[in-house]
């Protein structure tokens, strides 16, 4: 089995979900390189147009008790 279908089974079946922080959607450079390297990871070069993908900026947030920093959770939208 290639590498990337040990990293993505679902290619080509099911939307690839990408759940991106605020501060990296708000810079194009950044999403740049994110789908570059998404690209990558579904084993193609430059480009993931053969994957059903999904980018969605992140609003799901949780607390940690034990120092109270705020860390981003995935974020799972149903319908895609």
């Known amino acids: 089995m290639e590498e990337h279908m040990k990293l993505f089974p679902l290619q080509g079946q099911a939307p690839v979900r990408i759940v991106i922080p605020?501060?990296?959607?708000?810079?194009?450079?950044?999403?740049?390189?994110v789908v570059d390297n998404l690209a990558r990871r579904l084993g193609c070069e430059?480009?993931?147009?053969?994957?059903s993908c999904v980018l969605?900026?992140?609003?799901?947030f949780i607390v940690r008790?034990?120092?109270l920093e705020v860390e981003g959770l995935p974020t799972i939208r149903e319908g895609f």
């Not at 605020?22 to 390189?33: L, N, Q, S």
């Not at 430059?46 to 994957?51: L, Q």
């Open 65 to 67: 008790p034990e120092n």
């Open 56 to 60: 969605i900026q992140q609003h799901e």
């Open 22 to 33: 605020a501060d990296v959607a708000a810079d194009i450079g950044k999403v740049h390189t």
């Open 46 to 51: 430059g480009c993931f147009s053969g994957s």
